[in-house]
């Protein structure tokens, strides 16, 4: 099947979260299946792992006129990547601007001629959160498309409902060269127009990330306004789980660690420990307990900092990689300063591999989490997640067989559960659910069968 992914970010040229490594990880599993699937994403002016050949300038219709970006490809685990390149994009950050709704209007535009440039004439197009979301739309609704589009099935893979691409509804209309008619239509959410909203209703299915957050969106407390959208069209919303990269997240052969480990012979992962101990002057007699995660109040950081010195009286060493909001950064350095926890403010991918494998357990008390990779990658390593029971941490950590999970979001939900961890550690449980944890399959491969499916039976059923 040919299958075109759209995306504001593809790992390793653009990341600022787990997004990124969806849409760098699937393709290629896709592509591993025998699928034919080319990624289209903006040529950002910091693009890392490589540098896209420039094929030439593309034009298509925008804002009441003519737009013009450049195109670059690359190749990369049999997958095609095609870059568009503008100026809207040469900036400091990925996302964050005023004009951020009319920067992915711009890019959603360009993708049908992109494909087309690139001779590519896809069965399925599958888009990804807010900033692509219109393009279902687009799809149904503009003459101008290459031959190959109209009428093409379209997926919609929401990985994070809180940001929606919010717009005025006749700029925006004009941006994507729609009729004014189309106010009235899914575009319209609140008095504005907004992209995940026209995203869901326009595309012929949506996913999420994972069964639970799937259901999730159909309440007031996950869905961001959007549940009664999410309610009305549950028929086409389903879960399927991300995958990790099971090649780079292997303690069988981390070139991050100092001895490589498995299920079998553990002694690799006390030799981790010991480093991240020693270079950051933590007690190694102590269980530790890691953190790895964007600072930000979505994952919970507020309130693990809250139950810090609680976690300090229990026993636990704590130990945070991460960067984020200042606040919490500033509260960090000053409980470090304090001698409560230890902390690197800092994104760096060498020592998180590193954590995760030096940690005993990998706190995560995430408020939402659609599916979460951190705990998947903890499992592979051997170190049980102390994580809330939200969205894809409750579909994938079974309580007390391969972590510990906690129900409400507060510092006595959470000391209380990290209470019950540090009672079991080093206990013949705690080994036990250590190779329950390690013996799990969260491959690419399995969450692609679940793609193919679906988007062979979107085929079938047009
Ligand atoms: O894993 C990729 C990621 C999820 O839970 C994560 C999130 C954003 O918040 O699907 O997207």
Redesign the pocket.
């Known amino acids: 099947m040919r299958i075109l992914f759209a995306s504001s970010e593809v790992y390793p040229y653009s990341k600022t979260?787990?997004?990124a490594?969806?849409v760098g990880a699937l393709p290629a599993a896709l592509a591993r299946l025998g699928h034919e699937v080319l990624v289209i994403s903006p040529w950002y002016s910091r693009l890392q792992g490589g540098v896209p050949l420039w094929i030439g300038d593309i034009e298509f219709p925008f804002d009441g006129g003519t737009s013009a970006v450049g195109v670059g490809t690359l190749e990369r685990d049999a997958v095609r990547l095609a870059f568009v390149g503008h100026e809207d994009f040469r900036r400091d950050q990925i996302y964050g601007y005023p004009d951020d709704v009319r920067r992915f209007c711009r890019f959603t535009r360009a993708i049908p001629q992109v494909a087309a440039r690139l001779g590519f004439e896809p069965e399925v197009i599958h888009v990804h959160d807010w900033h692509t979301a219109y393009l279902p739309m687009v799809l149904r609704y503009d003459r101008r498309m290459p031959d190959s589009f109209p009428g093409l099935p379209s997926v919609l893979?929401i990985?994070?409902a809180q940001y929606q691409g919010v717009s005025g509804i006749d700029e925006t209309l004009r941006w994507l060269e729609l009729s004014p008619d189309l106010r009235d239509s899914w575009i319209e959410h609140l008095g504005q127009a907004n992209a995940l909203n026209a995203g869901s209703g326009f595309a012929d299915r949506i996913t999420t990330?994972?069964a639970s957050?799937a259901q999730e969106l159909l309440t007031p407390e996950f869905g961001y306004t959007l549940e009664s959208t999410f309610r009305e069209l549950r028929h086409k919303l389903v879960g399927i789980l991300?995958g990790i990269d099971s090649k780079v997240w292997d303690p069988g052969r981390d070139p991050h660690l100092p001895v490589p480990y498995s299920a079998g012979d553990l002694r690799g992962k006390s030799a981790a420990k010991r480093a991240v101990c020693e270079r950051f002057g933590l007690d190694p007699q102590r269980p530790l307990l890691g953190v790895v995660s964007r600072l930000a109040q979505?994952k919970g950081i507020d309130v693990l900092l809250q139950t810090a010195p609680k976690l300090r009286e229990q026993g636990w060493s704590l130990f945070v990689l991460g960067t984020g909001e200042s606040a919490l950064e500033q509260q960090l350095r000053e409980l470090a300063q304090g001698g409560v926890l230890s902390a690197e403010l800092d994104y760096d991918e060498s020592l998180a591999h590193l954590v995760y494998a030096g940690s005993d357990a990998l706190a995560i008390p995430?408020r939402?989490?659609?599916?979460?990779?951190s705990q998947l990658i903890a499992m592979r390593y051997g170190t049980l997640p102390l994580a809330r029971a939200t969205?894809?941490l409750r579909d994938t950590i079974s309580h007390r067989q391969t972590g510990f999970l906690f129900s409400q979001l507060n510092p006595r939900a959470l000391a209380t559960a990290a209470q019950e961890a540090h009672a079991c550690y080093g206990s013949p449980a705690w080994a036990t659910m250590m190779s329950a944890a390690m013996d799990q399959d969260f491959s690419w491969t399995r969450s692609a069968l679940s793609y193919e499916e679906l988007y062979s039976d979107l085929r079938s059923n047009r």
């Open positions: 979260g787990g997004l490594d969806v893979t990985h994070n990330v994972s957050y991300n979505q995430s939402f989490e659609p599916c979460g990779l969205g894809g």
